[in-house]
Structure formats: C-alpha cells, structure tokens
C-alpha cells in the first residue's frame, strides 16, 4: 500500500526521501449580459448576485467564476475585473488559507497566482472605485471539486532545507504520482542561483526530474528551489497537490580522480591536491568498476554489506556478507561505494581485487569521509564499462545539449 500525504490543513506534511536499496557494493445567477462563468456587481447594486445594472461612470466588477458554482478546478485561474473604473483590493479566501494575486493593466483586472485548494469554499471581496469617485463592493462565493489523495500529486525535493552539498548535486524532485503534463509542471518549477548559473530540467520518468547547472556548482553558490505546482494539472485527472520551496548551499569543491589502471585516488578540493590514495576497485572481468562521473549519494559510518542485495548468493564462492563496513560512501544505485576496506590494504595501489567498490585503508577512507559531503563528484577513468543512465545521479555523463533536450519546454 502506497503512503500518501495529507494536506497541511489536515495534518503536518512529512518529507519521504527517496530510499536506497541495494546495500552492497555492485451556483448562483448572473446579472443580464454576463457569460455563464460571470458574476458581476456594479454601483448600485447590492453585491454580485443581484442589481439592475450600472449607472454611468460607475464601476462594474466581474469575475470568471459564476455565483455558488460548484466542483471548480482546483487548476482554475480566478480572474476580477473592473470596468468604468479601478479595483482597490481583491481577496480570495477559505478556511484553507487566502489565495494570492496579482494587480493587472493599472488596477483594471486582478488574477490568481496561487492554486485552490480542493474540497473548500472560497470567497470573492473585491473593491472598486468608479469613474464617478463611487467605491463599489462586489462579493461572491464558489466550491472547488474535492479530490482524493490519489487524485493528488506530492513532490518530494532534494537536496534538503539548509543542507550543503557538493558541486555535482542535482536538484531532485521526486513525484509520486505519474506527471504526464510535464510541460505544465515545468513552467511552474523554478531553481534561482546566487551567483546565476544557467541550467536545465531533465525528465528521467514521469515521476522523477533533476536540473543542474550546465558545469558543476561554483562553491558557495545559493540556490532556491521553487516547485509551486500546487493545482497544476499533471494530466490523466491528477493535480499537483502542494508547493515546495527549499534553499541551500553549494560548499567546497571536491572532485575526487580515480584511475583504475594506476590504482589510485587523486583528491582535490577547490583546484589543489589535498592527497593522492592507493586505492583498489573491481576485479575485472567479473566484476568491473564503471568509468563515468560519479556523484556521492549517502554516508555511512557504518554498514552492513551482503552480496545478496546485488544477486550475488551469500553461499557462493564469490558471496560475502560483512558487518561493520567503516565510511562507506555510496555512489551508484546497483551497490557501488568508496569505503574501507583494510582485508584488501596489500592490493591496494597495485591490484583491482573488489566487487565493484573502491577500497581504501581505514585511515585514508575515515579522512576522505570526514571532509566529504553528499554531491561531491568522483570521475571513474580506466575501464571499458560505462555508467548506465539512471545508475545513481548521472547527470553529469549526459552532454549539455543532450541534458537540455531533456527538458519538457525544449
């Protein structure tokens, strides 16, 4: 069974992140003239479901949404204009919370450019002042249509509020639900960037896309997120069912060289080299080490590693399932991580001996772990073995023009 979210008004929305789990290496009337979604009030009249019309130079208010209708989109626009005049204020609200707007053509319309929240009733107040120096209040009322949760799409966002990342972290945005209309989400899905960056969307599935700059963060970047689909249409009769803004940083930049010929680890940080570590990685032909950019995922201190969760058998000759697996830094989804491996220090700067994981000392792989962050990059180079698409984030072993065809606007 599917976990879904409740709304804020219902209950307080828990952030799912996305789990891991391989473990081991490898209504009403209008007045006469008004369209069928038109409510209209004018001066003189006793709000927007009654008078007898404007007198001249008075303002006449209007809204896209007809008097006490019924099962509105939660994707609906609302829209107030004014005519023979200027709106003063215009305000949307529900027990769910006010929906914001804004002023249009110097006061003469008003649009919505929050989404509705579903299930609610919302009230339209608007005020005007007429040519005639007359104020005319003009109130009306609607129903939006009430949805169920898997009616509802929820995004889930990474990197995380406040957190610093590595200069090959993607933006994240994990849907739970199929986003069929990509192109109507995208538009209402930003990332803004102090220093500005150019970049990109990119569409994994429906339910996944990432954006990242056209080359790695510049260190100290800060980026904004800004997911505001809430009541965007996601096609096949799902909406988006909540906003989400996060904000972080971009810190240092590690970049991590790894040679599989040579057997060893260059580590820079901000252009210099820190060290240079023996290192040791898949034994080839059975179980090679992927060449391509590689981008740290998640951090252990400790884990457990057992072949089975890669296919391999625990009671075969090539199975193993070994606790207390110190600084393991995952960097592909099918079981690659950089971690200590100190049964394997003699072949170590000499000899590929791994299944797939790059093994370190103890005390080499707790250094490299203490001054690494989620995002960091390690560019994989010495085998014939590429990286798969989707095998982690890959974002960075997909060309710039490739990456930006990616993109539902392109």
């Excluded at 038109?38 to 809204?63: L, R």
């Excluded at 207390?324 to 220090?345: C, D, K, L």
Aim: hydrophobic residues 35%; proline residues 5%.
């Amino acid at each position: 069974m599917r976990s879904r979210h409740l709304r804020p008004a219902a209950a307080a929305v828990s952030l799912l992140l996305t789990t891991l789990a391989l473990t081991a290496c490898d209504a009403g009337s209008a007045l006469p003239g008004a369209g069928p979604d038109d409510t209209t009030a004018a001066a003189g009249s006793a709000g927007a479901d009654g008078g007898s019309g404007a007198e001249a130079g008075a303002a006449v208010v209007s809204t896209n949404v007809r008097q006490n209708a019924s099962d509105v989109p939660v994707s609906k626009v609302v829209t107030v204009e004014v005519a023979d005049g200027t709106l003063d204020s215009v305000k949307v609200t529900s027990p769910a919370g006010a929906v914001q707007g804004e002023m249009a053509d110097g006061g003469a319309a008003w649009s919505s450019t929050g989404g509705l929240e579903p299930g609610v009733t919302y009230t339209v107040r608007s005020v005007a002042t007429g040519e005639d120096g007359e104020s005319v209040r003009a109130s009306s009322r609607f129903s939006t249509q009430a949805l169920t949760l898997d009616q509802q799409v929820y995004p889930s966002v990474s990197p995380l509020q406040g957190e610093e990342v590595g200069v090959g972290m993607p933006v994240i945005v994990n849907f739970d639900l199929p986003v069929t209309d990509r192109a109507s989400f995208e538009r209402h899905m930003s990332v803004q960037t102090t220093p500005k960056q150019a970049g990109s969307w990119y569409w994994l599935s429906d339910n996944i896309a990432h954006w990242r700059p056209k080359t790695y963060w510049k260190p100290g970047t800060q980026v904004s997120v800004d997911v505001d689909v809430n009541g965007v249409e996601a096609g096949n009769g799902l909406y988006g069912q909540e906003s989400r803004n996060v904000d972080f940083t971009v810190g240092d930049a590690n970049i991590y060289k790894v040679d599989m010929v040579s057997h060893e680890m260059k580590v820079f940080s901000n252009g210099e080299l820190l060290r240079t570590l023996p290192i040791t990685t898949g034994e080839q032909p059975k179980f090679t080490t992927r060449t391509g950019v590689k981008v740290i995922m998640e951090m252990f201190d400790s884990k457990t590693m057992n072949s089975e969760t890669v296919g391999i058998p625990n009671d075969s000759a090539d199975g193993y399932n070994i606790d207390n697996v110190q600084w393991a830094m995952r960097v592909t989804n099918s079981g690659e991580f950089i971690h200590a491996a100190p049964w394997s220090v003699s072949s170590q700067g000499n000899a590929n001996v791994s299944h797939g994981c790059t093994g370190l000392s103890t005390e080499d792989a707790g250094w490299l772990y203490s001054m690494s962050k989620r995002g960091d990059v390690v560019e994989y180079t010495g085998s014939d073995r590429p990286m798969e698409p989707g095998n982690g984030w890959t974002d960075w072993n997909v060309s710039w023009p490739e990456y930006q065809t990616g993109s539902a606007l392109s």
